[in-house]
């Protein structure tokens, strides 16, 4: 899966950004957010946040060899790599 084939929606909590999400088979899945109240810049436009458990009721989850975090100032390339590495858990 790539982020190109995600689509991104407003964010209805407040803040001022978007959101997409992606779900795998083996349980985890990635928010992925952009927006001016993210860590993010032009060049590096997203965050990434690793999710386990079924789509309706997945939560962040820090346990992974992807990251213990957020990943912040995300390229597209990165958010890529990172669908990919999550979808390989």
């Given at each position: 899966?790539?982020?190109?084939e995600?689509?991104?929606?407003?964010?209805?909590?407040?803040?001022?950004g978007?959101?997409?999400?992606?779900?795998?088979?083996?349980?985890?899945?990635?928010?992925?957010?952009?927006?001016?109240?993210?860590?993010?810049?032009d060049?590096?436009?997203?965050?990434?946040?690793?999710?386990?458990?079924?789509?309706?009721?997945?939560?962040?989850?820090?346990?992974?060899?992807?990251?213990?975090?957020?990943?912040?100032?995300?390229?597209?390339?990165?958010?890529?790599?990172?669908?990919?590495?999550?979808?390989?858990?």
């Amino acid at each position: 899966m790539k982020l190109s084939e995600l689509t991104f929606k407003p964010l209805t909590s407040g803040f001022n950004g978007e959101y997409t999400s992606a779900f795998f088979n083996n349980g985890f899945g990635a928010f992925i957010t952009k927006g001016d109240q993210f860590k993010t810049n032009d060049s590096a436009p997203y965050e990434l946040m690793v999710l386990k458990g079924p789509k309706e009721s997945a939560i962040q989850t820090c346990e992974t060899p992807i990251t213990n975090d957020i990943l912040i100032y995300q390229t597209e390339q990165d958010i890529n790599n990172a669908l990919n590495s999550i979808s390989l858990l």
